[in-house]
């Protein structure tokens, strides 16, 4: 079974201030690796993806697929252990 973590570098921000998200995926039970993932992420009303911002395990990694408004992010896990 997946599961999926999200939280907040702060619970309150004012325009123009950057909140980090970090979410957190486990293979939790699997004894097999899971392939072609998508991992879906809505952010809060206001808010907007900044390039260039995504890490894995601290390093640079590849970017979402973002909506029009910039709300809606989609990001492809190729496999997950």
Do not use: C, H, W
């Not at 004012?14 to 939790?28: E, H, I, K, M, S």
């Not at 206001?46 to 697929?65: K, L, M, Q």
Request: glycine fraction near 8%.
């Amino acid at each position: 079974a997946l599961s999926l973590q999200k939280s907040a570098s702060t619970e309150v921000a004012a325009v123009g201030d950057f909140v980090a998200y970090d979410l957190l995926l486990r293979n939790d039970g699997a004894r097999a690796a899971i392939r072609d993932i998508q991992v879906v992420d809505l952010l809060p009303r206001g808010v907007r993806y900044r390039a260039g911002t995504v890490r894995i395990d601290g390093r640079p990694a590849a970017e979402p697929r973002v909506d029009g408004a910039g709300e809606r992010m989609v990001f492809d896990v190729p496999r997950l252990a």
